[in-house]
């Protein structure tokens, strides 16, 4: 306690020098360590996810989980194209107790760029995004097992065409993303939907070349039943339909040579898809008839179809659980003895009242065990496309075989038509009764077949609103408006 | 333990004085360690004596003990007298301060105690004989409990000569003219003037009561604000005591110019938004850095699996939070806020303090008599302000009109008015659901005490508050504080440990019911059925016509929380000038939130269909701190120098584990996630944040007039990329207390302080996410894994180029002291420029995603005036009158953004604007002929586009605000109240919510609708069937739907009544005093909505509290 006063001085000069000296080094030495964190244990480095081959399958295993999860709460998700086209069309009637202003705006034809519209493009821009990080980073790792990559870039390039196919039929013209270059992309204008066509078409050849010709599993390898991964074969459908499309957009008659070899390949491969003669049948899970379902991802529900269009005894309701049926339109546009009518469509009354309701989904009990996929692709579509292309170049007799064999399996009589005019009517009409509430093909049919103007200038006022044509498109959304000043509103917005 | 003992028999022969001048606290403290009974030492005494003489306490001793003292009348003769209150203290313990300060020394003696004349040294004596008309000088300087005062300036008055006192306290002035006048001065305490004599003694400095000479602490050490270079504010326990509220910033509402604080919302435990002179950064980062006894603590809680106390966070720049990371910190255990502004003041922090700085100080044990206080609070509370809605007659005739306009008919589902609904009732549901009384109840106790050399604090608290929705919610609080200060006897080695632990558990509905309040129906069906169960008041259909409001209170909220805060300091002192310093601090932040959601909040129809879920969430947030220091002081010149260099290292790991239960067999099992036949992954998140820093600062004072102040700092953090990691910041600062000038205080007598400060300086702002600079891929979530197997997909777009956002501040201030201090006025100017803009940048969704984090070479000014006044207007015995005022006019501006109009803000900001600044349509009133709003418009009024229409600019920002405050002291009584105001524009109501649409009530300011042709007004024609919601966006997007949200606000007001004296020593109290306190008691405002503060029609507005409470001390 009492030590020597000199003593005292030159220890603790001692000390200070060796304790600033070890600061010092301290500091120098670790100074880089102490701001530098480790891996981050609940994400994975972009750098480290296209290095091997699990978490390369599982980049493209979380954009099909995104599609088939998106909630319908949030008004996006794959329910939401059958559910808004729907309404915007002549599909489904919106229940009169329905308050909530997004839904009338879509019935009525009356949407606003501040109110809905926009539910499309906001979930499905994210989703291309991650198809393009796929694409770039399988194209620049050299450590994948090439059958791997090759199978997962084909996936990504067909999930990006099935967007843009949506985006470029929602809203005609839209940007055009092919990379992850956010600064580049942030001030992209729209692109013309030719354009956007060849691009879609591009992308869907590289798919037909690169994918399996057999369903692969999680490992993108793997082979199994479950149709839930994107084949050759569901490249080659959407193709189909893309060429058709195409076709009526730029009146290039080719397009339907490659619309009709295309859905040829897959109505050809008898060994792999058939029509499913019980209608009932037609979308269980991996039915014959599937050439790309979305496995359902949300705890204790089949499809979120079935959750939102089977009505409960009480009828539809005012809240956005169950707020439409199906139009007296489409129910009067079924055929007598239409079997459609009696395995796709139910209907339950409620105090003298029938509402009708789309049945192609019938689980919606909670809890079920999963025994319903949410159909992408499926082969009787390709029988109407290729019947439909098969008059745009003048096969009519090709047209009605094909034609026929959708009718057959409703339980109805050959078509009647025989020219080309009334063949594509009856096709047009046999799409409506076979695609109903299926990925928005009525609304989109309308509109490519220009029919939109004359059919809805009759049903609108009938719902109760006024039609403009500039309704056929819907607004992009305000935000990206703000943020991307090259961005330029639809007209009548 | 053989030294110790051989310590402790060694008292017990005869000694030199030197052993009895040794510290015998340590021996004290010993002897009661070991039960050692040292016969000499064992003594008691007990002395209540006042001013007495120095014979009488030793005539008292001698009674007591029976030792006899040894002395002659005249060495008695020059003593000063002798005030001491001991109660059963050691012999020793209480010689040692009666001739503490006596010129005479004592030495114990078998049983006999000899004093005598103190004898000057061998070396005095020689000194004294060269030079006999100087003499050397000598004291101790000590506080009034008794702690000597190392660090004291000791300055002969006129002569510019000082000395400061060595670790013990003491000082030794060299040849001092006898008769000079010595000035003691230290922070915190009342400067002293005495003439020398040469042995002084023990001299006791005073706590100030000067508010210039109180203590102000800053970054890394105390200063005050006589000498203080920096623009701070702070708050005392005191004032803090004075409101009952459950979270500590709350308590700053009002009273610090430059500071502007929102609560979200009425409940506890609710997020506070909280600006320091401003909004610096254009995205994300505008919380000020909060330290807690030298321990940074985060300014945000976790994501979470409920928001109720996040949203409606309104004001300026509010974003949505999970809650207050202070409604884990009992305000009863701060001793001082600290509010640190400009550059001088928070530059030492570097990067993180370009918001500002808040310090919060916990109380600690002072020496003395053990004392224990208790504090118990109990009161009630209610929301501020009913927005006048639309009663049954007039919401019918609105619904009528509404379909009549529409031209059409009752629908089967316009319940409300087609005969299903009892069109006769008439409910106030705002009563009805947010009308209740909050119960809110307060405890604390403390005890604390301890010796010169040790001291402690102890205390436990107790809070409980509940809502004033329905049902049974409550936010239960339980804290403990621990304090321990330890100095060795020597006094060179010091230790302080700190711990604070609280457990809270806040039950909350998922969902405010404000909204439900304002909107349902007057004539909606009632809450219950008979026979007590929820009525759903099913249509024939079976379809429930209403979604019952207390549906939404089955579906809960619990947040359970606990929070440790630990800190330790320890110094050495090697040299009287040289200490090295290190504080080591600990937080750990837990939280388990439950949100639950039974099947019986679910439409009966609908829950066949429809499963109970649940969601929980584990959050942590574990930090460390180490921040070694060296301090070091010299003279300079004339000029005190204060070296500090050091050296932070910290690390923060934050985890977040949330899981989702779903489908479970039975409502009372949502608790289990066990019971859920369907369990998904949440969030998962676990994420370090390193941080690592050198920092240094110069003060250099010269005679009390000229001080500089230089600080800097390295920062390095990992939230950057590689090439970015570390940076430096700086800052310079002086003032120059001019009232020293002798031309002052010769002339300008009126002006007793004057000081003109100015700074310069940069700091930075790294508040972003973790790992913003690294391109990350997250599992995906599903409950049914896509094929088996988890997704992977890209979390986040990456910029690996990031850096700091820095921002330079300059500020002037110019302070003043008038009629000896009894007026003080204070006024700053602050410029304070941020660039380099670290945000999320907006982008649009093609882009992938919405945001991405960037540095946009864009510069946001924050500039503005800052004035405080206090006032001592009457100050006598048994009356006092106390005087405050602040008023802060800020102003934002965002003032070059290079490359706006071509950027994704081009439709945001404004250059030359506030950053607040809203596009808005400019609203043209209703259409006379159709009944409809238009807006200002090129193309169509009725629908314009955006933004191209959007021209109308309104600025939310405030324009000015502050508080007035008053102090009255009259006999026992004690009244201080706050006025709070704001004068700023805001979101309004005034158009109410869609109206005419099915079970919708309205503000009655929709009353004024259009009805006819002709009619001129500025609501536009009810309508039923949502056919005009578009135009009614069009309104609610215009520049009518901003209007005044000013208020001016009695905050806080506190009564209270010590008890006379007599009354509380017959019942062995020290203090008792009782209160009542009240919290926003009154609101003066035009605003048209609920309430100004939070300007929200969906979160709960906040509470008027009014609380009664006693306070006693024993």
């Known amino acids: 306690m009492n030590c020597n006063i000199k003593y005292n001085k030159s220890s603790s000069n001692c000390w200070m020098s060796t304790l600033i000296i070890f600061s010092i080094l301290l500091f120098n030495s670790s100074c880089k360590k102490l701001v530098e964190t480790g891996p981050q244990s609940t994400s994975v480095n972009a750098d480290n996810v296209y290095t091997n081959d699990a978490t390369a399958a599982a980049v493209l295993n979380g954009i099909y989980t995104t599609m088939s999860q998106e909630a319908f709460s949030d008004f996006t998700g794959p329910t939401a194209v059958p559910l808004y086209t729907g309404l915007s069309s002549d599909e489904l009637t919106l229940y009169s107790g329905v308050y909530d202003p997004r839904f009338r705006a879509y019935y009525l034809n009356a949407l606003q760029a501040n109110n809905a519209g926009f539910e499309f493009w906001n979930s499905a821009y994210p989703i291309i995004y991650d198809a393009n990080a796929a694409i770039e980073g399988l194209a620049a790792s050299n450590a994948l097992t090439s059958a791997v990559k090759q199978q997962l870039t084909g996936e990504a390039k067909m999930v990006r065409a099935f967007f843009y196919f949506y985006l470029v039929n929602l809203y005609g013209d839209v940007p055009l993303v092919l990379n992850t270059n956010y600064k580049a992309n942030a001030t992209l204008a729209r692109t013309p939907k030719a354009m956007v066509y060849k691009q879609i078409i591009s992308d869907l050849q590289d798919a037909v070349s690169t994918l399996s010709t057999t369903y692969v599993g999680a490992d993108a390898l793997t082979a199994t039943t479950e149709r839930t991964r994107p084949t050759k074969w569901a490249a080659a459908a959407l193709l189909a339909r893309v060429y058709l499309f195409y076709g009526n957009l730029s009146g290039d008659a080719s397009n339907y040579v490659n619309a009709e070899q295309q859905a040829t390949s897959i109505i050809n491969n008898s060994a792999g898809y058939n029509l499913v003669t019980d209608l009932n049948g037609v979308f269980l899970a991996n039915s014959n008839e599937a050439i790309w379902q979305l496995q359902p991802v949300i705890a204790n529900i089949n499809t979120q179809d079935a959750q939102v269009f089977i009505l409960p005894e009480t009828g539809p309701s005012s809240s956005t659980a169950n707020p439409v049926y199906l139009s007296n339109y489409l129910l009067n546009s079924f055929e007598n003895g239409d079997l459609r009518k009696v395995d796709w469509v139910s209907s339950i009354k409620v105090s003298d009242t029938t509402y009708f309701y789309p049945s192609k989904y019938k689980i919606k009990t909670v809890g079920a065990p999963l025994t319903e996929y949410l159909m992408m692709l499926r082969l009787g579509e390709q029988f109407l496309i290729r019947a439909e292309a098969r008059v745009q170049q003048s096969n009519l007799s090709g047209a009605q075989s094909d034609l026929n064999a959708i009718r057959a399996r409703a339980g109805l009589a050959n078509t009647t038509a025989n020219d080309r005019q009334s063949l594509l009517a009856a096709i047009l009409r046999e799409r409506r009764v076979e695609l109903f509430t299926e990925w928005g093909h009525r609304w989109l049919d309308l509109k490519r077949t220009g029919t939109v103007g004359t059919v809805m200038s009759v049903v609108t006022p009938q719902k109760g609103g006024t039609w403009n044509i500039s309704a056929q498109l819907y607004p992009l959304p305000l935000t990206d408006l703000r943020s991307d000043p090259a961005l330029v509103q639809n007209p009548g917005y | ?1114």
């Open chain 2, 1 to 1114: 333990m053989y030294d110790l003992y051989k310590h402790v028999v060694w008292h017990s022969q005869p000694y030199k004085k030197i052993l009895l001048v040794m510290k015998l606290t340590t021996l004290l403290l010993l002897v009661g360690i070991l039960q050692v009974s040292a016969s000499a030492l064992a003594q008691k005494v007990t002395l209540h004596v006042r001013n007495a003489q120095l014979l009488d306490v030793l005539q008292q001793i001698r009674v007591q003990t029976g030792y006899d003292f040894a002395y002659t009348g005249k060495d008695l003769g020059a003593t000063k007298p002798v005030t001491i209150d001991v109660k059963n203290d050691e012999l020793a313990d209480v010689l040692q301060r009666v001739f503490d300060g006596q010129p005479l020394d004592y030495a114990i003696n078998n049983k006999a105690i000899v004093v005598s004349v103190k004898q000057p040294s061998l070396l005095d004596k020689v000194k004294a004989a060269q030079d006999p008309d100087k003499m050397d000088v000598h004291g101790k300087v000590v506080g009034e409990d008794g702690l000597s005062l190392p660090g004291a300036i000791v300055m002969i008055k006129g002569t510019g000569n000082s000395r400061a006192t060595d670790s013990k306290g003491e000082f030794t002035l060299k040849n001092v003219v006898p008769g000079s006048i010595i000035v003691i001065s230290f922070i915190g305490y009342t400067r002293q003037e005495i003439t020398v004599s040469g042995e002084m003694g023990t001299i006791i400095l005073k706590p100030a009561e000067n508010p210039l000479d109180e203590v102000e602490v800053i970054a890394y050490g105390q200063t005050s604000e006589r000498l203080s270079t920096a623009n701070t504010s702070s708050v005392t326990s005191k004032v803090i005591g004075e409101q009952p509220v459950s979270n500590p910033l709350l308590a700053l509402e009002g009273r610090v110019p430059g500071l502007f604080i929102t609560q979200s919302s009425g409940l506890s435990g609710t997020s506070v938004t909280v600006r320091i002179q401003g909004q610096n950064s254009m995205g994300n980062g505008n919380d000020p850095l909060y330290v807690v006894d030298g321990t940074p603590y985060t300014s945000q809680l976790l994501p979470g699996v409920g928001n109720i106390l996040g949203i409606g966070s309104a004001g300026m720049n509010g974003v949505a939070t999970y809650g207050s990371p202070f409604s884990y910190i009992n305000p009863d255990d701060i001793e001082r806020i600290d509010v640190l502004k400009g550059a001088d003041a928070t530059a030492i922090y570097g990067s993180r303090a370009a918001n500002g700085a808040i310090l919060i100080t916990t109380k600690k044990g002072k020496a003395g008599e053990t004392r224990v206080d208790l504090n118990i609070q109990n009161g009630w509370a209610q929301v501020t302000r009913q927005l006048p809605l639309l009663n049954t007659q007039e919401y019918l005739q609105m619904r009528h009109e509404a379909i009549a306009n529409d031209g059409s008919t009752v629908q089967p589902t316009d319940y409300d008015i087609n005969g299903l609904w009892d069109t006769t009732r008439n409910t106030n549901w705002e009563k009805q659901l947010i009308g209740g009384t909050a119960q809110y109840r307060d405890i604390n106790a403390s005890v604390s005490g301890g010796s010169t050399g040790t001291q402690y604090l102890v205390s436990i608290g107790d809070h409980r508050q509940t809502t004033v929705f329905p049902g049974n919610f409550a936010d239960e609080k339980i804290s403990g504080h621990f304090n321990i200060t330890s100095a060795s006897s020597n006094q060179k080695f010091h230790i302080t440990f700190s711990g604070s632990y609280l457990a809270d558990d806040n039950r909350l509905p998922s969902t405010y019911l404000t909204h439900a309040a304002i909107t349902l129906a007057p004539d909606a069906p009632p809450l219950y059925n008979k026979d007590g169960s929820l009525n759903w008041a099913p249509a024939a259909s079976g379809s429930s016509s209403w979604t019952n409001p207390l549906a939404g209170l089955y579906d809960t909220y619990q947040s359970v929380g606990y929070n440790l805060i630990a800190n330790s300091v320890i110094s050495y002192k090697l040299l009287p000038n040289l200490e090295f310093k290190s504080s080591f601090g600990y937080t750990n932040l837990n939280e388990n939130e439950t949100s639950e959601t039974p099947l019986i909040s679910t439409a009966p129809e609908l829950r066949s269909t429809a499963v109970n879920y649940a969601s929980y969430t584990y959050k942590n947030l574990g930090s460390w701190i180490i921040e070694p220091q060296v301090l070091y002081n010299t003279k300079i010149g004339k000029g005190a120098l204060e070296a500090l260099a050091g050296m932070t290292i910290q690390q923060d790991q934050s985890r977040v584990n949330a899981v989702n239960g779903s489908n479970y067999t039975s409502d009372a099992l949502l608790g289990n996630v066990g019971a859920a036949a369907v369990i998904t992954p949440g969030t998962n998140l676990v994420s370090d944040y390193k941080y690592n820093a050198l920092f240094g600062r110069l003060n250099y004072n010269l005679e009390d007039k000229y001080i500089l102040n230089l600080t800097a700092r390295k920062d390095g953090s990992s939230r950057f990329g590689a090439d970015n990691e570390f940076h430096e910041f700086g800052s310079v600062g002086g003032a120059w207390v001019f009232s020293n000038e002798a031309f002052f205080s010769n002339h300008i007598k009126f002006i007793s302080f004057g000081k003109l400060r100015a700074s310069y300086g940069t700091t930075g702002n790294d508040q972003i996410g973790d790992y913003q600079f690294l391109s990350l891929y997250t599992p995906t979530t599903a409950g049914n894994p896509y094929q088996g197997a988890r997704g992977l997909l890209p979390g986040n777009l990456s910029n690996p180029y990031l850096q700091w956002e820095e921002t330079k501040k300059l500020e002037f201030g110019l302070d003043f002291g008038l009629f000896k201090d009894r007026v003080l006025l204070s006024s700053n100017y602050y410029n304070n420029r941020s660039s380099n803009q670290l945000l999320f940048q907006n982008l649009p969704v093609i882009t992938g995603f919405g945001s991405v984090v960037v540095n946009l070479p864009a510069t946001v000014e924050n500039s503005g005036w800052e004035f405080n006044i206090s006032s001592t207007n009457i100050k006598a015995k048994d009356f006092s009158w106390t005087t405050g005022f602040n008023i802060t006019v800020p102003q934002n501006k965002l003032v070059s953004f290079p490359g706006l109009s071509g950027s994704t803000y081009a439709n945001q900001y404004v250059i030359g604007q506030s950053l607040s600044v809203q596009r808005l349509y400019h609203f043209q009133g209703v259409d006379p002929a159709t009944g409809v709003y238009k807006v200002s418009s090129t193309t169509d009024p009725f629908n314009p586009a955006y933004p191209d229409d959007a021209t109308s600019l309104v600025n939310t920002f405030p324009e000015f605000y502050g508080g007035f405050q008053n102090a009255i002291h009259y006999h026992q009584f004690e009244l201080d109240f706050l006025f709070q105001f704001t004068k700023q524009k805001g979101p309004n109501y005034a158009f109410g919510f869609v109206p005419g649409t099915f079970n919708t009530n309205q503000p009655i300011y929709v009353l004024s609708r259009w009805q006819k042709p002709g009619d001129i007004t500025t609501i536009q024609r009810y309508n039923a069937d949502y056919g005009l919601v578009g135009q009614y966006f069009n309104a609610t997007g215009s520049d009518a739907a901003y209007s005044d949200a000013s208020y001016i606000r009695l905050k806080n007001v506190s009564l209270s009544w010590q008890f006379p004296e007599e009354l509380i020593h017959s019942v062995h109290l020290k203090t008792c005093r009782i209160n009542l306190q009240a919290q926003n008691l009154l609101t003066i405002t035009k605003y048209k909505g609920l309430d100004p503060e939070n300007e929200s029609p969906y979160a709960l507005p906040p509470l008027r509290m009014i609380t009664a409470g006693i306070q006693a001390g024993f």
